[in-house]
Protein backbone atom coordinates (compact mmCIF):
# COMPACT_ATOMS: atom_id res chain seq x y z
CA UNK A 1 0.00 0.00 0.00
CA UNK A 2 1.68 3.80 -1.18
CA UNK A 3 2.05 5.40 1.94
CA UNK A 4 0.89 9.11 2.13
CA UNK A 5 4.02 10.92 1.19
CA UNK A 6 4.07 8.86 -2.15
CA UNK A 7 0.62 9.39 -2.71
CA UNK A 8 1.77 13.06 -2.39
CA UNK A 9 4.51 12.88 -5.13
CA UNK A 10 2.95 11.10 -7.58
CA UNK A 11 -0.30 13.74 -7.15
CA UNK A 12 2.34 16.54 -7.66
CA UNK A 13 3.27 15.11 -11.22
CA UNK A 14 -0.24 15.20 -12.16
CA UNK A 15 -1.60 17.84 -14.71
CA UNK A 16 -3.35 20.90 -13.19
CA UNK A 17 -6.53 20.60 -14.03
CA UNK A 18 -6.65 17.21 -12.20
CA UNK A 19 -4.55 18.20 -9.34
CA UNK A 20 -7.47 20.62 -8.73
CA UNK A 21 -10.68 18.44 -9.62
CA UNK A 22 -8.97 15.87 -7.18
CA UNK A 23 -8.78 18.69 -4.16
CA UNK A 24 -12.09 20.29 -5.26
CA UNK A 25 -14.21 16.39 -4.55
CA UNK A 26 -11.81 15.40 -1.84
CA UNK A 27 -11.13 18.98 0.47
CA UNK A 28 -14.23 20.63 2.01
CA UNK A 29 -11.94 23.86 2.30
CA UNK A 30 -10.87 23.89 -1.12
CA UNK A 31 -14.42 23.92 -2.46
CA UNK A 32 -15.31 26.95 -0.22
CA UNK A 33 -12.56 29.09 -2.05
CA UNK A 34 -12.35 27.52 -5.26
CA UNK A 35 -14.72 26.48 -7.84
CA UNK A 36 -14.69 22.75 -9.73
CA UNK A 37 -13.20 24.42 -12.99
CA UNK A 38 -11.13 26.61 -12.82
CA UNK A 39 -10.13 29.49 -15.61
CA UNK A 40 -8.56 27.77 -17.84
CA UNK A 41 -4.60 29.36 -18.85
CA UNK A 42 -5.79 29.13 -22.50
CA UNK A 43 -8.67 31.71 -21.61
CA UNK A 44 -5.99 34.31 -20.20
CA UNK A 45 -3.37 34.08 -22.52
CA UNK A 46 -5.60 33.77 -25.95
CA UNK A 47 -8.96 33.95 -25.78
CA UNK A 48 -8.92 37.29 -23.75
CA UNK A 49 -6.16 38.84 -25.59
CA UNK A 50 -8.68 38.36 -28.66
CA UNK A 51 -11.53 39.31 -27.11
CA UNK A 52 -10.05 42.20 -26.37
CA UNK A 53 -9.05 43.04 -29.87
CA UNK A 54 -12.47 41.79 -31.72
CA UNK A 55 -15.54 42.39 -29.15
CA UNK A 56 -14.59 44.48 -26.29
CA UNK A 57 -14.48 47.83 -28.57
CA UNK A 58 -18.78 47.72 -27.29
CA UNK A 59 -17.51 48.34 -23.94
CA UNK A 60 -15.87 51.73 -25.20
CA UNK A 61 -19.03 53.54 -22.99
CA UNK A 62 -18.27 51.65 -19.89
CA UNK A 63 -13.98 52.81 -20.19
CA UNK A 64 -15.33 56.17 -20.51
CA UNK A 65 -17.42 56.34 -17.84
CA UNK A 66 -14.75 55.12 -15.60
CA UNK A 67 -12.42 57.52 -16.51
CA UNK A 68 -14.76 60.23 -16.17
CA UNK A 69 -15.13 58.59 -11.99
CA UNK A 70 -11.07 58.34 -12.37
CA UNK A 71 -11.53 54.62 -11.25
CA UNK A 72 -8.89 52.54 -11.98
CA UNK A 73 -8.47 48.69 -12.21
CA UNK A 74 -5.40 47.44 -10.45
CA UNK A 75 -4.06 44.61 -13.61
CA UNK A 76 -1.51 41.63 -13.48
CA UNK A 77 -1.32 40.68 -9.71
CA UNK A 78 -0.88 36.68 -8.90
CA UNK A 79 -3.84 37.11 -6.91
CA UNK A 80 -3.63 33.25 -5.43
CA UNK A 81 0.11 34.06 -3.89
CA UNK A 82 1.03 35.01 -0.65
CA UNK A 83 4.12 36.52 -1.68
CA UNK A 84 3.04 38.60 -4.56
CA UNK A 85 -0.44 39.46 -2.84
CA UNK A 86 1.42 40.70 0.32
CA UNK A 87 4.37 43.03 -1.82
CA UNK A 88 1.99 43.88 -4.81
CA UNK A 89 -0.91 45.67 -2.98
CA UNK A 90 1.75 47.23 -0.44
CA UNK A 91 3.61 48.76 -3.54
CA UNK A 92 0.25 50.32 -4.01
CA UNK A 93 -0.35 51.75 -0.58
CA UNK A 94 3.10 53.19 -0.45
CA UNK A 95 2.65 55.03 -3.76
CA UNK A 96 -0.73 56.51 -2.58
CA UNK A 97 0.23 57.05 1.20
CA UNK A 98 3.43 59.13 -0.85
CA UNK A 99 1.64 60.90 -2.93
CA UNK A 100 -0.62 62.51 0.13
CA UNK A 101 -3.63 61.69 -2.41
CA UNK A 102 -4.67 58.61 -1.10
CA UNK A 103 -5.60 57.66 -4.97
CA UNK A 104 -6.49 53.58 -3.39
CA UNK A 105 -10.14 54.90 -2.23
CA UNK A 106 -10.60 55.25 -6.66
CA UNK A 107 -8.85 51.92 -7.22
CA UNK A 108 -11.21 48.49 -7.79
CA UNK A 109 -9.64 44.81 -7.60
CA UNK A 110 -11.10 42.32 -9.50
CA UNK A 111 -9.40 38.76 -8.98
CA UNK A 112 -10.24 35.33 -9.21
CA UNK A 113 -11.53 32.61 -6.55
CA UNK A 114 -8.38 31.36 -4.04
CA UNK A 115 -8.41 31.59 -0.67
CA UNK A 116 -5.03 33.80 -0.87
CA UNK A 117 -7.81 36.12 -2.83
CA UNK A 118 -10.43 35.96 -0.37
CA UNK A 119 -7.89 36.34 2.81
CA UNK A 120 -6.42 39.81 1.39
CA UNK A 121 -10.07 40.59 0.82
CA UNK A 122 -10.98 40.34 4.19
CA UNK A 123 -7.89 42.01 5.17
CA UNK A 124 -7.19 44.92 3.38
CA UNK A 125 -10.74 45.34 0.90
CA UNK A 126 -11.18 48.29 3.51
CA UNK A 127 -8.30 50.31 1.61
CA UNK A 128 -10.13 50.10 -1.73
CA UNK A 129 -13.27 51.22 -3.68
CA UNK A 130 -14.21 47.83 -4.28
CA UNK A 131 -12.95 44.53 -3.96
CA UNK A 132 -14.54 41.94 -6.04
CA UNK A 133 -13.03 37.76 -5.65
CA UNK A 134 -15.05 36.43 -8.20
CA UNK A 135 -14.10 34.31 -11.53
CA UNK A 136 -17.22 35.43 -13.41
CA UNK A 137 -16.15 38.92 -13.36
CA UNK A 138 -12.58 38.39 -13.95
CA UNK A 139 -13.37 36.24 -16.54
CA UNK A 140 -15.55 39.87 -18.14
CA UNK A 141 -12.98 42.22 -16.58
CA UNK A 142 -9.60 40.64 -18.00
CA UNK A 143 -10.50 41.62 -21.88
CA UNK A 144 -11.62 45.05 -20.76
CA UNK A 145 -8.13 45.62 -19.08
CA UNK A 146 -6.53 44.40 -22.01
CA UNK A 147 -8.04 46.54 -24.31
CA UNK A 148 -8.15 49.78 -22.30
CA UNK A 149 -4.82 50.33 -20.63
CA UNK A 150 -5.64 53.54 -19.26
CA UNK A 151 -7.86 51.94 -16.97
CA UNK A 152 -5.43 50.05 -15.42
CA UNK A 153 -2.74 50.73 -12.24
CA UNK A 154 -0.28 48.12 -12.28
CA UNK A 155 1.57 47.44 -9.12
CA UNK A 156 3.10 44.00 -10.18
CA UNK A 157 6.39 42.97 -9.47
CA UNK A 158 6.50 39.83 -12.15
CA UNK A 159 6.17 39.16 -15.49
CA UNK A 160 2.61 39.64 -15.77
CA UNK A 161 2.20 42.11 -18.45
CA UNK A 162 -1.79 42.17 -20.00
CA UNK A 163 -2.12 45.15 -21.98
CA UNK A 164 -2.68 45.22 -25.78
CA UNK A 165 0.47 46.68 -26.47
CA UNK A 166 2.32 43.90 -24.97
CA UNK A 167 0.80 41.13 -27.04
CA UNK A 168 2.41 38.89 -29.12
CA UNK A 169 0.96 38.13 -32.73
CA UNK A 170 0.97 35.50 -34.73
CA UNK A 171 -1.38 36.33 -37.16
CA UNK A 172 -1.61 39.17 -39.41
CA UNK A 173 -0.97 43.20 -38.91
CA UNK A 174 -4.64 44.06 -39.15
CA UNK A 175 -6.04 40.19 -38.68
CA UNK A 176 -3.93 39.68 -35.50
CA UNK A 177 -3.91 36.38 -33.39
CA UNK A 178 -3.18 37.49 -30.19
CA UNK A 179 -1.56 36.00 -27.42
CA UNK A 180 -0.79 37.31 -23.82
CA UNK A 181 2.83 38.81 -23.28
CA UNK A 182 5.11 38.57 -20.68
CA UNK A 183 7.31 41.50 -19.04
CA UNK A 184 11.21 40.97 -19.66
CA UNK A 185 13.40 40.27 -16.50
CA UNK A 186 14.69 43.98 -16.68
CA UNK A 187 11.69 45.79 -16.31
CA UNK A 188 10.86 43.52 -13.53
CA UNK A 189 13.92 43.94 -11.63
CA UNK A 190 13.38 47.71 -12.28
CA UNK A 191 10.16 47.54 -10.88
CA UNK A 192 11.21 45.86 -7.47
CA UNK A 193 13.90 48.84 -7.75
CA UNK A 194 11.35 51.52 -7.58
CA UNK A 195 9.14 49.33 -4.86
CA UNK A 196 12.03 49.33 -2.54
CA UNK A 197 13.20 53.45 -3.01
CA UNK A 198 9.95 53.96 -1.93
CA UNK A 199 10.36 51.23 0.86
CA UNK A 200 12.66 53.70 2.01
CA UNK A 201 10.83 56.89 1.05
CA UNK A 202 8.23 55.82 3.23
CA UNK A 203 9.57 53.88 6.36
CA UNK A 204 7.88 53.70 9.10
CA UNK A 205 4.85 52.85 7.10
CA UNK A 206 3.12 49.28 7.93
CA UNK A 207 0.40 49.07 5.41
CA UNK A 208 0.51 45.14 5.60
CA UNK A 209 -0.58 44.82 9.48
CA UNK A 210 -4.05 44.47 9.29
CA UNK A 211 -4.81 45.66 13.14
CA UNK A 212 -7.61 42.71 13.08
CA UNK A 213 -7.28 40.56 16.28
CA UNK A 214 -6.35 37.39 16.31
CA UNK A 215 -9.04 34.94 15.61
CA UNK A 216 -9.85 33.04 18.65
CA UNK A 217 -10.33 29.71 16.70
CA UNK A 218 -6.14 30.67 16.12
CA UNK A 219 -5.61 31.64 19.13
CA UNK A 220 -7.27 28.41 21.07
CA UNK A 221 -4.81 26.58 18.62
CA UNK A 222 -1.38 28.48 19.34
CA UNK A 223 -2.64 29.01 22.91
CA UNK A 224 -1.19 32.13 24.81
CA UNK A 225 -0.80 34.03 22.05
CA UNK A 226 0.33 36.60 24.62
CA UNK A 227 2.99 34.74 25.18
CA UNK A 228 6.57 35.18 22.58
CA UNK A 229 6.63 33.29 19.75
CA UNK A 230 9.02 32.13 16.71
CA UNK A 231 7.45 31.02 13.37
CA UNK A 232 9.37 28.48 11.35
CA UNK A 233 8.72 27.65 7.65
CA UNK A 234 10.99 25.43 5.02
CA UNK A 235 10.61 24.18 1.72
CA UNK A 236 10.59 20.60 1.02
CA UNK A 237 10.60 20.89 -2.55
CA UNK A 238 13.58 22.77 -4.35
CA UNK A 239 12.39 25.59 -7.11
CA UNK A 240 10.75 29.40 -6.53
CA UNK A 241 14.14 30.89 -5.42
CA UNK A 242 15.92 27.61 -3.68
CA UNK A 243 18.19 25.29 -5.08
CA UNK A 244 17.68 22.56 -2.49
CA UNK A 245 14.34 21.58 -0.22
CA UNK A 246 15.80 22.73 3.62
CA UNK A 247 17.61 20.30 5.47
CA UNK A 248 15.24 19.99 8.77
CA UNK A 249 18.43 20.04 10.78
CA UNK A 250 19.62 23.17 10.00
CA UNK A 251 17.07 24.46 12.28
CA UNK A 252 17.87 22.70 15.08
CA UNK A 253 20.45 25.01 16.55
CA UNK A 254 17.47 27.67 16.22
CA UNK A 255 15.19 25.49 17.90
CA UNK A 256 16.97 24.92 21.16
CA UNK A 257 17.97 28.66 21.32
CA UNK A 258 14.36 29.26 21.00
CA UNK A 259 13.22 27.16 23.22
CA UNK A 260 16.11 27.83 26.27
CA UNK A 261 14.68 31.57 26.04
CA UNK A 262 11.45 30.92 26.48
CA UNK A 263 9.79 31.33 23.19
CA UNK A 264 6.83 29.04 21.80
CA UNK A 265 7.47 27.71 18.04
CA UNK A 266 4.82 27.36 15.51
CA UNK A 267 5.86 25.45 12.23
CA UNK A 268 3.84 27.41 9.25
CA UNK A 269 3.48 27.63 5.69
CA UNK A 270 2.22 24.01 3.61
CA UNK A 271 4.89 22.13 3.93
CA UNK A 272 4.55 18.66 5.64
CA UNK A 273 5.85 19.10 9.01
CA UNK A 274 9.75 16.66 9.84
CA UNK A 275 9.50 14.36 12.17
CA UNK A 276 12.71 15.35 13.55
CA UNK A 277 10.61 18.77 15.02
CA UNK A 278 8.10 16.66 16.62
CA UNK A 279 10.69 15.97 19.31
CA UNK A 280 10.52 19.58 20.41
CA UNK A 281 6.92 20.52 21.12
CA UNK A 282 6.52 22.66 18.47
CA UNK A 283 2.99 23.61 17.01
CA UNK A 284 2.11 21.98 13.44
CA UNK A 285 0.21 24.76 11.97
CA UNK A 286 1.19 24.26 8.41
CA UNK A 287 -1.03 20.82 8.67
CA UNK A 288 -3.44 22.01 10.76
CA UNK A 289 -6.15 21.07 8.52
CA UNK A 290 -7.63 25.34 9.15
CA UNK A 291 -4.68 27.25 8.15
CA UNK A 292 -5.44 29.90 5.96
CA UNK A 293 -3.88 33.30 4.21
CA UNK A 294 -5.97 35.26 6.79
CA UNK A 295 -4.65 33.58 9.93
CA UNK A 296 -0.84 33.55 8.32
CA UNK A 297 -1.36 37.32 8.57
CA UNK A 298 -2.16 37.05 12.07
CA UNK A 299 0.26 34.54 12.82
CA UNK A 300 2.94 36.31 11.71
CA UNK A 301 2.01 40.25 12.82
CA UNK A 302 1.54 38.85 16.40
CA UNK A 303 4.92 36.69 16.02
CA UNK A 304 8.37 38.33 17.56
CA UNK A 305 10.69 36.49 14.97
CA UNK A 306 10.15 34.60 11.66
CA UNK A 307 12.81 32.36 10.46
CA UNK A 308 11.40 31.16 6.21
CA UNK A 309 12.82 29.89 3.47
CA UNK A 310 13.44 31.79 0.07
CA UNK A 311 9.61 31.77 -0.69
CA UNK A 312 6.56 34.40 -0.51
CA UNK A 313 5.95 33.36 2.55
CA UNK A 314 9.20 35.23 3.90
CA UNK A 315 7.57 38.70 2.29
CA UNK A 316 4.93 38.60 4.49
CA UNK A 317 6.75 39.73 7.97
CA UNK A 318 9.04 41.53 6.01
CA UNK A 319 6.43 43.64 4.95
CA UNK A 320 5.38 43.96 8.33
CA UNK A 321 8.69 45.58 10.02
CA UNK A 322 8.55 41.74 11.89
CA UNK A 323 12.00 40.19 12.63
CA UNK A 324 12.92 37.75 9.81
CA UNK A 325 15.75 35.50 9.05
CA UNK A 326 15.04 34.63 5.30
CA UNK A 327 17.24 31.66 3.78
CA UNK A 328 18.48 29.87 1.05
CA UNK A 329 18.29 32.03 -1.85
CA UNK A 330 20.42 31.77 -4.99
CA UNK A 331 19.26 34.90 -6.71
CA UNK A 332 19.64 36.87 -3.97
CA UNK A 333 19.97 40.02 -6.16
CA UNK A 334 16.28 40.87 -5.25
CA UNK A 335 15.96 39.64 -1.42
CA UNK A 336 13.37 40.24 0.95
CA UNK A 337 13.59 43.79 2.30
CA UNK A 338 12.47 45.12 5.47
CA UNK A 339 14.70 46.71 8.36
CA UNK A 340 14.34 43.71 10.87
CA UNK A 341 15.20 41.35 7.83
CA UNK A 342 18.62 39.81 7.75
CA UNK A 343 19.45 37.42 4.72
CA UNK A 344 21.57 34.16 4.00
CA UNK A 345 21.80 33.29 0.42
CA UNK A 346 22.38 29.52 -0.95
CA UNK A 347 25.92 29.29 -2.64
CA UNK A 348 26.50 27.95 -5.39
CA UNK A 349 30.10 25.65 -5.21
CA UNK A 350 32.71 24.46 -7.88
CA UNK A 351 33.75 20.02 -7.86
CA UNK A 352 35.92 20.81 -5.22
CA UNK A 353 33.15 22.55 -2.62
CA UNK A 354 34.79 25.83 -3.45
CA UNK A 355 32.11 28.81 -3.23
CA UNK A 356 31.57 30.69 -6.10
CA UNK A 357 32.04 34.33 -6.37
CA UNK A 358 29.08 36.16 -5.76
CA UNK A 359 29.14 37.93 -8.98
CA UNK A 360 29.14 35.23 -10.95
CA UNK A 361 26.27 33.41 -9.37
CA UNK A 362 24.10 36.23 -10.60
CA UNK A 363 25.60 35.85 -13.91
CA UNK A 364 24.34 32.60 -13.93
CA UNK A 365 21.05 33.75 -12.55
CA UNK A 366 21.04 36.63 -15.90
CA UNK A 367 21.62 34.02 -18.06
CA UNK A 368 19.13 31.46 -16.80
CA UNK A 369 16.69 34.45 -16.73
CA UNK A 370 14.88 32.28 -14.14
CA UNK A 371 14.67 31.44 -10.47
CA UNK A 372 11.93 29.72 -10.03
CA UNK A 373 12.27 26.35 -11.29
CA UNK A 374 15.04 23.37 -9.55
CA UNK A 375 18.97 24.25 -10.80
CA UNK A 376 21.32 21.43 -12.33
CA UNK A 377 22.41 19.47 -9.90
CA UNK A 378 26.55 20.19 -11.22
CA UNK A 379 25.88 23.54 -9.39
CA UNK A 380 26.78 21.48 -6.19
CA UNK A 381 24.43 24.22 -4.18
CA UNK A 382 24.98 24.86 -0.35
CA UNK A 383 22.02 26.02 1.98
CA UNK A 384 22.78 27.63 4.93
CA UNK A 385 23.78 25.28 7.98
CA UNK A 386 23.13 25.77 11.71
CA UNK A 387 25.25 28.36 12.83
CA UNK A 388 24.82 30.08 10.14
CA UNK A 389 21.02 30.83 10.43
CA UNK A 390 21.50 30.86 14.56
CA UNK A 391 23.83 33.81 14.56
CA UNK A 392 21.24 35.34 11.75
CA UNK A 393 18.41 35.14 14.50
CA UNK A 394 20.47 37.10 17.26
CA UNK A 395 20.97 39.63 14.64
CA UNK A 396 17.73 40.10 13.65
CA UNK A 397 16.22 40.05 17.03
CA UNK A 398 19.08 42.77 18.23
CA UNK A 399 18.19 44.72 15.39
CA UNK A 400 14.76 44.78 16.92
CA UNK A 401 16.09 45.92 20.01
CA UNK A 402 18.83 48.30 19.29
CA UNK A 403 18.61 49.39 15.21
CA UNK A 404 22.09 49.79 14.03
CA UNK A 405 23.05 50.83 10.24
CA UNK A 406 24.46 48.23 8.27
CA UNK A 407 28.68 47.39 8.24
CA UNK A 408 30.96 48.30 5.59
CA UNK A 409 31.18 44.72 4.89
CA UNK A 410 27.29 44.17 4.53
CA UNK A 411 27.71 47.47 2.73
CA UNK A 412 30.22 46.68 0.05
CA UNK A 413 28.19 43.33 -0.61
CA UNK A 414 24.72 45.05 -1.66
CA UNK A 415 27.09 47.45 -3.73
CA UNK A 416 28.56 45.00 -5.83
CA UNK A 417 25.23 45.29 -7.50
CA UNK A 418 24.50 48.89 -8.36
CA UNK A 419 21.26 49.50 -10.19
CA UNK A 420 19.43 46.23 -8.89
CA UNK A 421 16.73 45.70 -6.28
CA UNK A 422 19.76 44.17 -3.85
CA UNK A 423 20.95 47.90 -3.66
CA UNK A 424 17.46 49.50 -2.57
CA UNK A 425 16.86 46.47 -0.08
CA UNK A 426 16.59 47.93 2.97
CA UNK A 427 17.82 43.91 4.75
CA UNK A 428 21.01 42.88 4.98
CA UNK A 429 23.29 40.11 4.76
CA UNK A 430 23.88 38.20 8.04
CA UNK A 431 27.03 39.83 9.33
CA UNK A 432 28.08 36.25 10.49
CA UNK A 433 27.86 34.87 6.83
CA UNK A 434 29.36 37.95 4.80
CA UNK A 435 32.70 37.60 7.16
CA UNK A 436 32.75 34.16 6.70
CA UNK A 437 32.63 34.28 2.98
CA UNK A 438 34.09 37.54 2.72
CA UNK A 439 36.52 36.17 -0.08
CA UNK A 440 33.12 35.69 -2.54
CA UNK A 441 32.86 39.05 -3.10
Given at each position: MLSKEKVVVIVRKFPFFIKHTIHFLLEKKFRRYHNLFKIPDFYIKWIAPNLAFY??????PLFYFLRKKN????????????????????????????????DYSKYCIIWPRSEVAHGAKIAYGKYFLKFYVSDLLYIFILPFVIRYEKIGVDFSLSNQNKSMSNCQNFGYKFLPILKEGQRELDKVLEKVCNYYELWQKTSGLFTMKTGIPMDHVLSEFIGEPQKKYA???????????????????????????FKKNGYKIIFAGREKMPNIFKDYGIINYSEWGKSSFLYDLQLIENADIVVSSASGFGNIPAAME?????????????????????TIPALFRDQTNKPWKFADQIKYFYKRNDSNTAVPDYLNPRNAEGVEILEAIKEAIELKKDFKLKSKLQCKFQLLFQGTPLEFAESRISQYFIKKFESCI
Open positions: IYWIFSIFILVNNISNSPGHVILELDYCLRTANFSYRKVIQIKDIAGNGTAEPTDPVSYLNAIIFIPVVYTNQWAFISPASGRFTV
